[in-house]
């Protein structure tokens, strides 16, 4: 776990880490920008720019031309604190830019600079692409999983958790692939780690049945949950 390697670290070195794994003590931004979503200015607000999944970005709203890629150079590099792999697809929406990390950190830099504006720490890693997408009563809201099969509602702009839900109680159920909104609706895949258990003599195999569930965006209550597979498992 993300502690037991911080212990390890701090034994062999000598050196108190501290409770703090998200790295936000250093690179915070000096100034915070409010956000504001113009429909012309560049983005791509989930695992694809529209729900037809086709991960297509047109020239107009990339603001790229083919003349104009080979002159790209790296403006800024952002490394993850307590991690060892980069799992999360960036979305970018009002200036921002929101990943996920493996130790279940999810940042919210700025787009320009690479400076943190805000962190929010879910319960296990995030390696969905988060999503942006309008809030109730105003505003906006990024909406992710975990894998731990919970899914979460935070406010874009502050950071501040707006619904926490639970999806699937399987011990190896996890949220791996990225939500989709439609209106106020988000619907949500839902994976398990079950072939890793299965390897183990032991496990009984096999009760995970794979899921979609549609959240409510207002309140995170679960409107319906349809199985992949339609019988539960018989022992």
Request: aromatic content about 10%; some cysteine.
């Amino acid at each position: 776990t993300g502690a037991e390697r911080r212990a390890v670290a701090e034994y062999l070195t000598g050196r108190v880490l501290g409770g703090d794994v998200t790295g936000a003590q250093f690179g915070r931004c000096s100034t915070v920008p409010p956000m504001r979503v113009e429909a012309a200015a560049p983005a791509w607000t989930g695992w694809s720019p529209s729900n037809d999944n086709t991960r297509f970005q047109t020239a107009a709203q990339a603001g790229l031309t083919g003349d104009s890629v080979p002159k790209l150079k790296l403006k800024w590099a952002f490394g993850f604190p307590d991690a060892t792999s980069a799992w999360s697809q960036p979305t970018v929406a009002g200036g921002r830019l929101f990943v996920g990390s493996q130790n279940g950190t999810v940042y919210a830099l700025d787009a320009k600079t690479g400076c943190i504006i805000w962190t929010f720490t879910a319960k296990s890693g995030v390696r969905n692409a988060p999503l942006v997408g309008a809030k109730a009563g105003g505003g906006y809201a990024v909406f992710f999983g975990d894998t731990g099969a919970n899914v979460y509602g935070v406010d874009a702009s502050t950071g501040a958790e707006l619904w926490q839900t639970k999806v699937d109680d399987h011990p190896f159920a996890r949220v791996t692939g990225s939500p989709t909104l439609e209106g106020t609706q988000l619907f949500v895949p839902v994976s398990s780690l079950e072939e890793t258990a299965a390897s183990q003599p032991g496990y009984e195999c096999c009760t995970f049945r794979g899921s979609v569930a549609a959240i409510d965006t207002a309140t995170g209550r679960i409107t319906w949950k349809t199985y992949t597979i339609r019988e539960s498992a018989a022992v």
